[in-house]
């Protein structure tokens, strides 16, 4: 008996093989966990800048709807103005 005995327990081998490959596998999880906490940092940190170019961009959009509707009024007015000088030079003739 004592001989099957011998040949079930684990070898200091085996058993030095096994706790190697369980130490790999949790520095494997720590690097792996710490990947991910950085991506989410990186996705966070996109989102507000994503943001805040959507608000820069609808700013812009805003000020050039404005900017568009002021040359046109102005536009309008010059038209305005130039028949009325044309109004005049017709009265002087």
Same mark, same amino acid.
């Given at each position: 008996? /004592?001989?099957?005995?011998?040949?079930?327990?684990?070898?200091?081998?085996?058993?030095? /093989?096994?706790?190697?490959?369980?130490?790999?596998?949790?520095?494997?999880?720590?690097?792996?966990?710490?990947?991910? &906490?950085?991506?989410?940092?990186?996705?966070?940190?996109?989102?507000?800048?994503?943001? #805040?170019?959507?608000?820069?961009?609808?700013?812009?959009?805003?000020?050039?709807? &404005?900017?568009?509707?002021?040359?046109?009024?102005?536009?309008?007015?010059?038209?305005?103005?130039?028949?009325?000088?044309? /109004?005049? &030079?017709? #009265?002087? #003739?």
């Amino acid at each position: 008996m /004592s001989a099957n005995a011998v040949e079930l327990a684990p070898s200091t081998a085996d058993f030095k /093989s096994l706790e190697e490959k369980i130490l790999r596998t949790i520095e494997l999880l720590k690097a792996a966990r710490q990947a991910k &906490a950085v991506a989410e940092r990186d996705a966070t940190r996109l989102r507000e800048q994503l943001n #805040e170019r959507e608000n820069e961009f609808e700013s812009m959009r805003q000020e050039l709807v &404005a900017l568009r509707r002021e040359r046109e009024e102005v536009k309008s007015r010059v038209e305005k103005m130039l028949g009325q000088i044309e /109004s005049l &030079a017709m #009265e002087e #003739e």
